[in-house]
């Protein structure tokens, strides 16, 4: 009985453990995408002008959905 | 030393140098608004001089309100600008076109103005997960708009309350449609000489009619031209600022997403550069679409400040009309953000569709192609057919 319990309490920490390793990581990733994100922000000279393309990405989608019917 | 000095004086001359067309293009911007304060009173006075009382008459083909939805979708998806359609609205109400009549124009300038970022997001086309998260991400906006007609419409249809919640703020701002705003409007004094000195210009060359007419296209293409440039102005002016707005709004809610939305547009004036910019971010896995749903939504609101600004410069009996319906446009968006997505269920559509039209279209292209000429150009045109049929 008491061995079943200690082994009861070592699954428990060792779940405890893992899931404290897990918020780091999640915590980790998060705080790798936000810099991704500031990243991408810090050159929005590149994005901004976006809607200027519209025609453009028009026409890139017309050439491939020409292709893709040929095929 | 001599090194260093002639090392340190080209940016300082740079420096100077910017400031220098900065200050020169925030006049310019100015004088643009001034422009565009001119337009939209040009098309108000040219179009109470053609129409005169009859301005309701000429606008009955669009008593149905599927028509006006209609005009308004249409209109801003070739003109790709939503501010130029309310501006030109706000124009027209201030020439007596019936607020009852403009409000579906407002609404399908909402839907016509999504087409932009859509047709942006099909630049991506060669990468299929990336063309599946830039269309998704571009396409939850004419969902959310879509949507916002589905609820809005039929309601203001059945009891105006977006034309009496307007009608009640602008009563409270100008104090009542039957009073005049001559002494709280100062924009009249600055515009009025501009306009009379080119209507009685045209009144030498053409007829009455047909001079007021010519105002009237004069007006409309004035708006285009001068929001157009404003946008590339403000967009070269305010890029900074719009990346210390987007850079405090990371890692925080929808809320905040909302807010740098709404901030972005106005910085730019324009929504459909704040809904374009996102998407080769969210195309390239940076952003999610759940991160880019709030954002989008502030555009909404943010585009509103167009309609407002231009309601500033009508004066006359009409003033408190075109007030109301920048003011209908505003109160649209901002209800619709709050009802849809305050109720969950209303909230996951948007995002659902989006995401179930973006893996068909990176199947077959053909859907993309099909949605964009159906949405926003097909179905107007059915429903136009099917409520004429009904005698709605």
């Known amino acids: 009985m008491s061995e079943n319990n200690s082994n009861i309490q070592e699954l428990e920490t060792k779940i405890a453990e893992l899931r404290k390793s897990l918020n780091e990581l999640e915590g980790n990733l998060e705080k790798a995408r936000e810099g991704e994100q500031h990243e991408a922000i810090n050159h929005l000279e590149d994005y901004i002008n976006e809607v200027d393309t519209k025609f453009s990405s028009f026409q890139i989608f017309w050439k491939t959905l020409l292709e893709d019917l040929r095929k | ?392």
């Open chain 2, 1 to 392: 030393m001599t090194t260093s000095t002639s090392t340190a004086s080209p940016p300082l001359e740079n420096d100077s140098e910017n400031s220098g067309n900065s200050i020169l293009n925030w006049i310019l911007v100015a004088f643009l608004v001034y422009l565009l304060l001119v337009a939209v009173s040009m098309i108000g006075s040219g179009f109470k001089a053609a129409a005169g009382d009859q301005a309701k008459e000429l606008f009955a083909f669009a008593n149905n309100p599927f028509t006006g939805l209609v005009i308004g979708t249409i209109a801003t998806a070739l003109i790709q600008s939503s501010s130029t359609v309310t501006s030109i609205i706000v124009g027209l109400v201030a020439g007596g076109l019936p607020v009852t009549i403009a409000i579906p124009m407002i609404m399908g300038a909402n839907i016509g103005t999504s087409v932009t970022n859509t047709l942006v997001s099909l630049g991506h086309v060669r990468d299929g997960n990336e063309f599946k998260r830039a269309f998704a991400s571009a396409t939850i906006h004419d969902f959310f708009n879509l949507l916002s007609v589905v609820i809005f419409l039929p309601i203001e249809i059945m009891f105006h309350p977006l034309e009496k919640m307007a009608g009640w703020m602008s009563s409270g701002l100008v104090g009542g449609q039957s009073m005049s705003m001559k002494g709280l409007n100062f924009i009249k004094p600055l515009t009025k000489p501009v306009i009379n000195t080119v209507e009685n210009s045209l009144n030498i060359v053409f007829s009455e009619k047909l001079a007021a007419i010519t105002v009237i296209i004069l007006g409309i293409v004035l708006i285009f031209v001068v929001i157009t440039f404003i946008g590339k102005l403000l967009k070269k002016l305010m890029v900074g600022k719009a990346k210390d707005v987007l850079h405090k709004a990371i890692g925080r809610g929808p809320i905040t997403g909302i807010t740098v939305g709404a901030v972005i547009t106005i910085l730019v004036q324009s929504s459909s550069t704040t809904t374009s910019l996102i998407v080769p971010l969210a195309g390239a896995g940076l952003f999610t679409l759940a991160q880019v749903y709030p954002f989008t939504l502030g555009a909404n609101i943010g585009t509103c400040i167009t309609a407002l600004l231009a309601a500033t410069a009508v004066s006359g009996e009409y003033s408190g009309f075109a007030l109301q319906i920048a003011l209908v446009h505003l109160i649209y968006n901002v209800l619709g953000v709050i009802v849809i997505y305050s109720i969950p269920i209303l909230r996951s559509i948007p995002p659902k569709c989006a995401e179930l039209l973006a893996t068909a279209a990176v199947k077959n292209k053909l859907y993309a192609l099909a949605y964009i000429s159906g949405v926003f150009f097909i179905i107007p045109g059915m429903l136009i057919f099917i409520s004429n049929l009904l005698g709605i």
